[in-house]
């Protein structure tokens, strides 16, 4: 097992993802001339440690997995070089600077957050469900499970050792896959997400068998994973395509729960007045 953790988790985490987001920033990107052809997609090594104002020899240990505990002078440096968005940034100061405090039982089984629970029964007209970090369904309400899982049995997620988990479903259920009419928008800002999780918890074991199984058993995850992409999203739209309601576009909000260790409240809601509105309401009856 321990192999093959260390197969899809790479000990070079931060080497790996600085030359993802190298690959990513085109030479036209960051005003540089190009003459010529290039034989690497993005910036060389010694042209990203330019821009970031560090010396070549400085960066190339950093990539190279050679150097700990870059100063935040340095991390910011890079960010601003290569671009990074807010959540990219967090990501890279999570990889550059891991944090031992954060390890802490971390292959412990989770529980539902009390109030979480008791805000999912007042809402009995709004979708939602409660995810742990590791996007396990801690808990859902009777619309969330009608609309996103209504082909698994309603108390699911009241077994631990085999409550659904989000990540699973979109990349290995049939029925899930064909619930999202953008699936691979939708894959892609998942495995995102997660990417963003993984560098918060970095010895997190069952988040790394997590990944690890998703990357045996699904060739898109391990696409996805590969490329080294982060973020952090909070609201958007799913366009769903339901088997007994139809296609209907819906606004979500994950709420994250404070001090509950990464749980977070996904809720959908319908545009007042909209033909997915009158869907909720039909699925509800």
């Not at 209504?150 to 989000?166: K, V, W």
């Not at 977070?264 to 009856?285: E, M, N, V, Y």
């Amino acid at each position: 097992m321990q192999a093959h953790r260390q197969q899809v988790r790479p000990s070079n985490e931060l080497g790996d993802y600085l030359r993802s987001r190298r690959n990513a920033v085109t030479p036209e990107d960051a005003g540089i001339p190009v003459w010529g052809t290039r034989r690497v997609p993005g910036l060389r090594r010694e042209e990203l440690a330019h821009i970031a104002g560090i010396s070549v020899n400085y960066y190339t240990r950093l990539e190279q997995g050679q150097s700990a505990n870059a100063s935040d002078a340095i991390i910011e440096a890079l960010a601003r070089a290569l671009n990074l968005d807010e959540a990219e940034r967090v990501h890279l100061y999570e990889l550059a600077r891991p944090t031992p405090a954060k390890r802490r039982r971390t292959a412990r089984t989770e529980t539902p957050n009390a109030g979480a629970l008791a805000l999912l029964a007042a809402m009995p007209t709004v979708p939602a469900l409660l995810l742990g970090r590791r996007n396990d369904v801690l808990a859902w309400n009777p619309l969330g499970h009608a609309l996103l899982a209504g082909h698994l049995p309603f108390g699911a997620p009241d077994e631990p050792a085999s409550r659904p988990n989000q990540l699973r479903l979109l990349f290995l259920d049939a029925h899930t896959r064909e619930l999202h009419r953008d699936w691979a928008d939708e894959a892609a800002l998942a495995v995102a997400s997660l990417r963003y999780v993984a560098g918060q918890y970095p010895d997190d074991r069952l988040l790394a068998e997590l990944i690890g199984d998703l990357s045996l058993h699904s060739a898109d995850f391990a696409r996805l994973w590969a490329k080294h992409d982060v973020r952090l999203c909070s609201s958007g739209t799913k366009r769903l395509r339901h088997p007994q309601i139809g296609d209907l576009d819906l606004h979500y909000e994950a709420l994250h729960l404070p001090d509950s260790n990464g749980q977070r409240l996904l809720t959908h809601t319908a545009t007042p007045g909209s033909a997915a509105a009158d869907a909720l309401q039909l699925l509800q009856r």
